[in-house]
């Protein structure tokens, strides 16, 4: 009909295979994945895939790991339109290897594009790249606790041109990583800081992106968390200084008596955590009532002291769960440093992970398989 002639028909792409001639030995590798640490190793492959104006998404592969070339003058240099993501594969009793809801990962890549002016990757190209680079590397993938192969895609603006407008070249990237057990022996309550100068993200800005922009300008306050002895930052909202937002790369769930759980709404400038919408619903399981709404520092001062707040965490895929102990600002704190884990917070925890790996029935059909 004559309606669908004027849809350009979408044809996903297929990926060329130019398989690398000098893999790290096995024997190497196994003592890379008897203690990967986070973000040191790299797989012996990555994926990429190229855009232009003219082209569109072209030349999808998966090629040998190495350094990029790109021109000094490349935009993203200069100007930073870059955005990532960051998801996991799991390796299961079984042998087999799995990813936890790729696709609000591809979304949530898609809108970041979008607030980033790069072109956008259809879901399914998304999803094949990390199949694809994971399917290559499927011995990089680790078997050992709370172990998993960290999975990086990224897409940066690299046309050679110091004019001030969205790039004409684009390059799509996902390398990988294989990650150790976040906590050692025992997962441990942390202090984090409450940033009174600085701020995330402003309103209509890109708070809501997954884009390195934000993370260079959480970088000096995390130091000023460090100079404090904080593991992390909690930033509030630029316009008021008064709502809570997240932490610098991870959300925030306070946990009420009287089974109720309340996180910062979505209010455009807090990325929307995928491990942050999964404890929504596991939570919502369990009975308890969740809201999304509007969180002082006022009120978590007022419920730790009238015993309503119970316990508070922070989430994200690289901790999964990290309980806070205690918030630390220049002149004061709530909590106390050496409070213990708590249990509501260790029970999701455990639920959210044994998913992930296989050990409890995935009712959501979260997993998603990679390597068959
Ligand atoms: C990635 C990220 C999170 C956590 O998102 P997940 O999808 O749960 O990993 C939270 N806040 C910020 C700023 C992030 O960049």
Redesign the pocket.
């Known amino acids: 009909m004559a309606l669908a002639e004027t849809e350009t028909e979408y044809f996903p792409l297929s990926f060329e295979q130019r398989p690398s001639d000098s893999v790290v030995a096995e024997a190497e590798r196994e003592v890379i994945l008897a203690n990967p640490g986070f973000g040191k190793h790299f797989t012996d492959h990555m994926v990429a895939i190229d855009w232009t104006v003219e082209e569109g998404w072209h030349d999808a592969r998966v090629q040998p790991y190495g350094p990029l070339q790109l021109d000094p003058a490349a935009s993203v240099l200069h100007y930073a339109q870059e955005i990532f993501e ?1 998801l996991k594969a799991y390796r299961h009793a079984d042998g087999s290897v799995w990813t936890f809801r790729p696709e ?2 591809a979304e ?1 890549f898609q809108r970041s594009a979008h607030r980033l002016a790069l072109p956008e990757l259809s879901v399914d190209d998304f999803l094949e790249s990390i199949t694809q680079l994971v399917r290559a590397d499927i011995s990089w993938v680790p078997d050992g606790e709370d172990t998993s192969l960290y999975l990086r895609p990224f897409m940066i603006a690299n046309e050679s041109f110091l004019g001030v407008r969205a790039a004409q070249r684009v390059g799509y990237y996902v390398i990988a990583s294989p990650a150790g057990a976040y906590f050692h022996g025992g997962v441990k309550p942390v202090s984090i800081w409450l940033s009174t100068s600085y701020s ?1 993200a402003a309103r209509g800005g890109t708070g809501a992106a ?1 884009c390195g922009g ?2 260079a300008a959480s970088l000096l306050p995390q130091q000023e968390a460090a100079e404090n002895g904080c593991a992390q930052v909690l930033f509030l909202d630029a316009e008021s200084n008064n709502r809570i937002e ?6 925030i769930f306070f946990v009420h008596k009287d089974n109720k759980v309340v996180t910062p709404e979505l209010t455009g400038s807090i ?1 929307e ?4 919408d999964s404890i929504i619903q596991l939570v919502r399981d369990r009975g308890f009532d969740v809201e999304e709404r509007e969180v002082t520092v006022d009120e978590w001062r007022a419920g730790v002291e009238s015993g309503d707040i119970t316990e508070v965490f922070a ?4 901790a999964v769960i990290t309980p806070i102990a205690e918030l630390k600002g220049p002149d004061f704190s709530i909590g106390s440093p050496d409070a213990l884990p708590g249990e509501l917070t260790m029970s999701i925890r455990d639920e959210l992970t044994d998913i992930q790996y296989g050990r409890r029935e995935d009712t959501h059909g979260w997993l998603y398989r990679l390597d068959a």
């Open positions: 960051g609000k990962n949530r995330r997954k934000n993370y997240e932490l610098g790369g991870m959300n990325l955590g995928v491990t942050r989430c994200g895929t690289a």
